[in-house]
């Protein structure tokens, strides 16, 4: 059976929530898990077309680990409901009416600044992801998307990592590919290693770390200290500043 190549800039394949794995945490009927002292995740849905949000409301409500705290039809309902309420997340479809487009995600950000945003839209353009991830969104998914990717979004945000829907992951390697390549010359690319140099053209390439490291006769440990040096050197502190600059260095 084939090897799967996965994107060297982030992990997008669909991974059910961390507390779905833990078998030994058990929820009560208030969504509470017994025996620990996480409250569930509280969420707003902000979405102007109500058979949608009803039924992104009935995926929700399956899992115990999440919070309905509240919903809005349009941009002045939601900032109101920010003022009352304490969400982790706004599941947010900047396409409401009076909204300012991206400019609402910085707006919400300044209203709570640890506020989680994913993004949950209609919108495929490279431009609408970029601008949303710059302004600063915690993740895009689209509403073609799987269930699955709703909830491993949601899982993945909530433990501090950037997500981008699956669908994005051919673009994002293609312009990680252009980048590295111009790179190569500058100040930074010539502080790397020549091993590093090669795991870096190999992680262009779209390899994992098992497969760069069946290549190079490496261990998969040793691959990913080259990576994680490379990226030190190149003031890419983690994979969602990877994401970022991928998408703020190019427009397309």
């Known amino acids: 059976m084939q090897e799967q190549t996965t994107i060297p800039i982030g992990n997008f394949q669909h991974a059910p929530p961390e507390s779905q794995k833990r078998k030994d945490k058990v929820w009560d009927s208030t969504g509470e898990r017994m025996g620990f002292s996480d409250p569930p995740y509280r969420i707003i849905l902000a979405d102007d077309h109500v058979m949608f949000r009803e039924g992104l409301k009935q995926f929700i409500s399956k899992a115990p680990y999440l919070q309905l705290i509240g919903e809005a039809s349009d941009g002045f309902e939601l900032v109101n409901l920010l003022k009352t309420t304490r969400p982790d997340m706004v599941i947010l479809d900047i396409s409401m009416p009076n909204l300012q487009g991206i400019e ?149």
């Open 104 to 252: 609402t995600i910085r707006k919400l950000k300044r209203i709570k600044p640890r506020l989680k945003i994913l993004i949950l839209t209609t919108n495929k353009a490279w431009e609408g992801l970029r601008g949303a991830v710059v302004a600063g969104a915690n993740g895009y998914i689209l509403k073609e998307d799987s269930p699955e990717v709703l909830f491993s979004a949601i899982e993945r945000i909530r433990e501090g990592e950037l997500y981008i829907s699956p669908r994005f992951s051919a673009q994002l390697q293609a312009e990680w590919v252009s980048i590295w390549r111009q790179s190569r010359g500058d100040r930074r690319s010539g502080r790397l290693t020549g091993r590093e140099r090669e795991v870096m053209n190999l992680v262009a390439e779209g390899r994992t770390s098992k497969q760069i490291a069946r290549l190079l006769l490496l261990s998969v440990r040793t691959v990913e200290h080259h990576r994680a040096n490379a990226m030190k050197k190149l003031d890419l502190k983690s994979t969602a500043d990877l994401i970022k600059h991928v998408l703020q260095e190019r427009s397309i």
